[in-house]
């Protein structure tokens, strides 16, 4: 289908920052990315000039939270190009979110497509420095206006593209970590592994209390046991133990991340031995104790790969690695961002051209 591109004039043009300058998801480009669906039926896929909505006050997903997205990011390459990471993981998701929250699929070649064509309008956005990337925000939100407890009829499915620097305001260096003490984040048969808004408000309270106490990140917990670690806020989790990897399995209640089934995949052909696999979090503080868990670390989109140096659990702090970055995340560091920033050859055939 084709695309209709309606651009910007010269006056609408948005100043730039410098790289330097960038933080996460601040700053946003000159076009978006705007599908409407009405009448069981997606209509013109069009870009347009980056613009707010006007939304009627009573539309569902004001009310009940029906709505998804997916979090993505752009590299340029030292040829000049600029190319995504593994997009079609990412289609295939929201599909799945989707079906979850009972919203229409979009085709996934569309999906690609409008993404592709939108960086090409925006390429100028995209920031060079190390650390920094465009981030892509493809959203789908009900817009039916009324107070009924349905799935709506009608939806918008967008896509937004933002500069960004780190997620954590340090970057690549270990953060700390809160394990939540009063609140889950899902539960088994919920809608734990849909990327959908309502998994991440349910962080929020936890995180104002770890935030309250110094720590940045909260590691939640499952809700049946209250012992088994599932994932961080917005993004997975790994434990280094004894050079070996370890991550929560994918059992429903955590986001199927693609950053960690990417780390996971590096790890195995780099010859790591991965484990995917409960984890009490008595037993990982207790590794720490013993110098067994050596390092630990959040993935995700946003996060890339960030080294974890505390963790407070029960009121106790449990430091790894005195605070500096280990060798297995660090050599997964280096490996993974070599490989989306095209410095790295890619056998994996996880970058895709843009231009
Ligand atoms: C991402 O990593 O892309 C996410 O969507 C997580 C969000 C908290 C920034």
Request: with cysteine; glycine share 6%.
């Amino acid at each position: 289908m084709a695309i209709e591109i309606q651009l910007c004039t010269k006056e609408q043009r948005k100043k730039k920052l410098a790289d330097s300058e960038l933080v996460f998801g601040k700053k946003f480009t000159d076009h978006m990315f705007l599908m409407k669906y009405k009448n069981n039926e997606w209509g013109t896929p069009r870009i347009v000039p980056y613009q707010s909505f006007q939304l009627d006050p009573a539309c569902a997903v004001l009310h009940y939270s029906q709505e998804i997205f997916e979090g993505m990011k752009a590299f340029p390459h030292p040829d000049g190009s600029v190319n995504l990471f593994r997009p079609f993981e990412n289609a295939a998701r929201f599909n799945l979110s989707a079906e979850r929250m009972c919203m229409p699929q979009v085709n996934e070649d569309l999906f690609v497509k409008a993404i592709v064509e939108l960086i090409r309008v925006d390429k100028d956005w995209v920031p060079h420095s190390s650390q920094t990337a465009l981030y892509i925000r493809p959203t789908m939100i009900a817009t039916e206006k009324f107070l009924g407890l349905r799935a709506s009829s009608e939806f918008y499915f967008y896509v937004i593209l933002s500069p960004v620097g780190p997620f954590f305001k340090e970057g690549f260096k270990p953060t700390k970590a809160y394990v939540a003490s009063q609140n889950v984040r899902a539960t088994p048969d919920g809608t734990g592994e849909a990327k959908t808004g309502g998994n991440y408000a349910a962080t929020l309270h936890e995180t104002c209390i770890a935030k309250n106490k110094g720590y940045p990140q909260v590691i939640w917990l499952d809700a049946i046991h209250r012992k088994f670690v599932e994932e961080a806020s917005g993004m997975n989790i790994m434990f280094i133990i004894e050079d070996e990897i370890y991550t929560p399995p994918l059992e429903g209640t955590i986001l199927k991340g693609i950053t960690r089934k990417s780390v996971l995949e590096l790890a195995q052909e780099l010859g790591y031995t991965v484990h995917e696999e409960k984890i009490e979090i008595n037993e990982i503080v207790d590794q720490i104790d013993k110098g067994q868990c050596t390092e630990a670390f959040f993935v995700g989109t946003a996060a890339s790969i960030t080294p974890i140096g505390q963790i407070l659990y029960n009121d106790r702090e449990y430091i790894i690695n005195n605070l500096n970055v280990g060798k297995i995340t660090q050599n997964l560091y280096d490996k993974l961002v070599g490989i989306q920033t095209g410095k790295i050859d890619d056998k994996f055939n996880w970058t895709y051209r843009v231009d």
